[in-house]
Structure formats: C-alpha cells, structure tokens
C-alpha cells in the first residue's frame, strides 16, 4: 500500500500503539520520579487537537504536581470526609489522601459547558473524552504510565469549584501520570465481529 507523503507512521505502527495502551495504576508507577513539565504540556498539546463540534473546545485542565499532589490529595479526602456521613469509609479515605502521592502528575479533567451556542451536552463530553484518548495514546508513545479515574471526588458535591469549573460544567474524574515501574498485563477484546453489524444493500 502506498503511504501519503506526509505520514508519519505506517498503519502497522498506528495499529500496534492502539493495540498497546494500557491503564497503569499509581501503585505501578516508580515512585518519587518525576516526567518532565514539558512532556506533560505535550500531552495536554495532543489533547488541544482532540475533535469539537463547532471548536467549542471544551476540555478545561489542572494539572498537580509537587506540592501540589499535597493540596489535591488533602482537598479530596477532607471533601469526602464531609460528604460521606455515615458512609464513610477509611480506607477510601486513606487511598484519597495517598493515591495522588504516588503520582509524578495527577491532571483533572472538566468539561467547560458552551453558553454561547446551542450544543447537545453529550457532544461535548464526547469531545473530553476524545482528548483524554489523545494523552492515553501520548503517554503510550512515551513510555510512560498513566490512568483516567472518574472515582475519588468526581461526583461529590462541592468539587468543582476546586478545578475552576462552575456549576453547568462537568468534573470528568482525573488523569494519573507516573513512570512505569510495573507493566501492566496485555490487553484482551472479544472479536469485533460480534459488535458489528454490516449492511450493503
């Protein structure tokens, strides 16, 4: 098959990076090692060009790191602590104060909700999450772990304001980043096959 002037990689490549993404959890990652802050922007950048009905662009980022995993991880548990009531849990509370510890860069994840054009509120979720694939994909290229969560504080009362978000948008969970210290397995799908269905008349 010829190949366009301008690519970059062969379709075996591409086919072979989506095939190798994985999800790597904050106990895989090395602890203490840091990615660079200009990795991390480039992952934000492969973000930026994610797909957006009318460029609404809605995808909206805070990015924590250093000290600021200190001020994240004690903002969600003592958030959590508040809600939960009868409900809490310890050990939930323990892993919010821990798991951004583990992190080089933990990345919230918003969807900044379009006033100015009438568009279906699903179109601009789909578009966040078409840019957190494209950093899923980047961290990939890059040798490095990374994890989207949409539990800890995603859904509690009180969040948003946190991650400069107002109340007609969305807290879409968080990005975990880290280098890899344990592999994740190999992944597995049943066969496409079976959730398609072709007509052709």
């Not at 994985?22 to 802050?37: A, H, L």
């Not at 991390?40 to 930026?48: F, P």
Request: glycine share 8%; hydrophobic share 40%.
């Amino acid at each position: 098959m010829d190949l366009p002037a301008t690519a970059v990689i062969t379709p075996s490549q591409f086919n072979d990076l989506i095939k190798s993404r994985r999800s790597i959890f904050p106990k895989q990652f090395v602890k203490g090692k840091r990615i660079p802050d200009e990795i991390v922007w480039q992952l934000l950048e492969n973000a930026n060009w994610a797909p957006t009905h009318k460029f609404t662009e809605p995808w909206r980022f805070c990015v924590f790191t250093g000290d600021g995993l200190k001020k994240l991880a004690t903002f969600q548990a003592e958030l959590y602590k508040k809600n939960a009531g009868e409900n809490f849990k310890q050990d939930k509370y323990e892993k919010l104060q821990t798991n951004p510890l583990q992190c080089s860069h933990v990345i919230s994840i918003g969807m900044k909700r379009s006033t100015a054009i009438s568009i279906p509120e699903f179109e601009e979720i789909a578009a966040v999450a078409c840019a957190v694939e494209n950093i899923y994909l980047s961290v990939t290229v890059y040798g490095i772990g990374g994890y989207w969560t949409t539990g800890g504080i995603t859904f509690e009362d009180g969040a948003k304001k946190f991650f400069g978000l107002d109340e007609a948008d969305k807290l879409l969970g968080f990005f975990y980043l880290g280098y890899i210290e344990i592999p994740s397995v190999p992944g597995k799908r049943g066969s496409i096959a079976n959730k398609t269905t072709w007509i052709k008349q």
